[in-house]
């Protein structure tokens, strides 16, 4: 409905799942395969049932298809099947997870949407797990009742991938990467939410993780494998990405003992789905803070959700958030907020720029879908809130700085990355660069209202720029060993922006964004170092003096 304010809002309900008699949940990673999803989920629901007189589910994860997949089978209707999908295509381990957020078996597992493998074989592998107390029960093509169809060349690199995990990880494992797995629902609730891979050596950052953290009664089965050279095939670049990923799996993993500190603080919230009543959600659908406080304060419900214009929420965005409210220290919940994969140059190469390091800075996360955490300084336009929490602000309080108000006065935001809101970034060069701009202020105001305690990294790497710019040439006077740290300096940044603006013109495979990104980098820099200095010296926040 609308109300009288012009906002559009909307009421519906968000039920925390249930505890259900649900045996096995498969889900099935797709992208682009419209042609055959249909009859292809159809098959996997009829083999999987063959095999089991119990209750299972199918959950189908549009991994991003821009070929109406998601559409193909959403309009099938087939029983016990869940649609699920977003629209920037993210990779199969993110999409695995999404699915495993809303799996309610007791055993899930995966396989391949393309049937290059036979996923007749799940049902045995939870049997084999009940009834030899496993936590993990993968599909390998080495076992020696496996029946494979499978390209020499394949063969070798994978043999030779698996002795590289074995030397990393001490797994013994004849094949980690085949697409056919199950594993108990305890290792998706503690061991899912660490993961950071979302593409190809997803299978062996779960394995890893789930093995330092106790989940070590692992068994491999036979498979059926007939390799048709489909949407699951992985190509050169891809092997390399493998290794590359597999490579920081380990270095987080054995070095930083990164997955070990984030464990601690997931339990903190938890990535259970709690049983409990329904959930109220008014969904609003406005930009202005005008508006939106309009509109909450004649909801009827607890939680509010708030969508800025344009933007498309992914089809689990209210059931993945709001059992998360369970938690009554939690007063907003924010997602990635992605761009979608077409768009104009400038509105890509705007993405590539938040997408990056360098341009994204601390805040990267909120265009990367990353770990489970809390936040305090998120300007993001779409979010989930408590209604009494969201009024309580300061009604000068900008949208996009909700999450920095809700922070002053006491309120914890929850970064949940599995789930996400598609919107088309503000394309470069200016409207791009007042969204910097205004982040940037609000950041020097901040730290002119609390002082250095709100200096983080980001904010340094600004001063330092600005000091750069400002003062660097007087190492040119410096003589011969002040110029030659004056080029090195210059030199090491422009080649960290080529780097940038590379792997943005890769990500969407255009030279044209990629030139764009590097301009769009500079000047991103120059006018958030402006800003936050302007802010700085300028007046309080206004926000900070209400909270």
């Not at 695995?96 to 309610?104: L, S, Y």
């Not at 049997?127 to 496996?146: E, W």
């Not at 095939?233 to 987080?252: I, Q």
């Not at 011969?480 to 590379?502: D, E, N, Q, T």
């Amino acid at each position: 409905m609308t109300d009288s304010s012009g906002a559009g809002v909307a009421t519906t309900v968000a039920e925390s799942q249930q505890e259900v008699a649900i045996a096995l949940s498969v889900i099935v990673p797709v992208y682009d395969q419209a042609k055959v999803i249909v009859e292809n989920v159809r098959v996997i629901r009829e083999r999987v049932a063959a095999g089991t007189d119990e209750r299972f589910e199918i959950i189908v994860v549009s991994d991003g298809s821009v070929d109406g997949t998601a559409e193909r089978i959403l309009e099938s209707e087939l029983p016990d099947v869940k649609v699920l999908y977003y629209d920037r295509n993210l990779g199969k381990g993110y999409a695995i997870k999404t699915g495993a957020r809303e799996a309610r078996g007791r055993w899930i597992g995966y396989v391949d949407a393309d049937l290059d493998l036979d996923p007749a074989a799940l049902p045995a592998f939870v049997a084999a797990g009940i009834a030899d107390d496993l936590d993990i029960v993968i599909g390998s093509k080495r076992h020696p009742n496996s029946d494979v169809h499978y390209p020499r060349s394949r063969v070798i690199s994978s043999w030779i991938y698996q002795q590289l995990v074995r030397v990393l990880f001490g797994l013994d494992v004849r094949d980690t990467q085949v697409g056919l797995k199950v594993f108990r629902r305890e290792v998706a609730e503690e061991v899912m939410p660490l993961l950071l891979v979302k593409r190809f050596a997803f299978d062996i950052e779960l394995l890893a993780v789930a093995r330092a953290f106790g989940y070590d009664r692992l068994r491999e089965m036979p498979i059926a494998l007939d390799y048709k050279f489909t949407g699951s095939g992985v190509r050169s670049m891809a092997v390399v990405h493998a290794v590359f990923d597999t490579l920081a799996v380990f270095y987080r993993l054995r070095i930083l003992g990164y997955y070990q500190r984030r464990l601690v603080a997931n339990r903190a919230f938890a990535w259970t789905i709690p049983s409990g009543p329904r959930v109220g959600v008014t969904v609003i659908e406005a930009d202005g803070m005008a508006e939106r406080r309009a509109a909450a304060q004649i909801a009827d419900t607890e939680i509010v959700a708030f969508l800025e214009h344009g933007a498309k929420p992914s089809a689990n965005w209210l059931t993945a958030t709001t059992p998360a409210f369970s938690r009554a220290g939690v007063a907003a919940i924010v997602t990635p907020q992605l761009a979608p994969a077409g768009g104009n140059i400038r509105e890509r190469a705007s993405a590539a720029i938040a997408e990056s390091r360098i341009g994204g800075g601390s805040l990267r996360c909120r265009f990367t879908p990353g770990a489970i955490r809390y936040v305090t300084d998120f300007p993001a336009l779409s979010f989930l809130v408590r209604r009494d929490r969201f009024l309580a602000l300061d009604t000068e309080t900008p949208p996009e700085q909700v999450v920095l108000a809700l922070a002053a006065a006491g309120g914890q935001t929850l970064y949940l990355p599995e789930a996400s809101v598609t919107i088309p970034p503000a394309p470069l060069f200016l409207p791009q660069l007042r969204r910097i701009g205004s982040y940037g202020r609000a950041r020097g105001l901040l730290v002119r209202a609390n002082g250095i305690g709100a200096i983080r990294l980001s904010t340094v790497c600004l001063l330092v720029f600005l000091i750069s710019v400002a003062f660097s040439w007087l190492l040119l006077l410096a003589g011969p060993i002040g110029r030659g740290v004056w080029l090195a300096l210059w030199s090491a940044y422009l080649a960290a922006i080529v780097i940038a603006g590379s792997f943005g013109g890769l990500r969407f495979r255009s030279v044209k964004v990629g030139v764009l990104t590097c301009c769009g980098l500079v000047l991103t820099h120059a006018v958030a170092s402006a800003m936050f200095c302007s802010g700085l010296v300028g007046r309080d926040w206004p926000v900070e003096r209400g909270a």
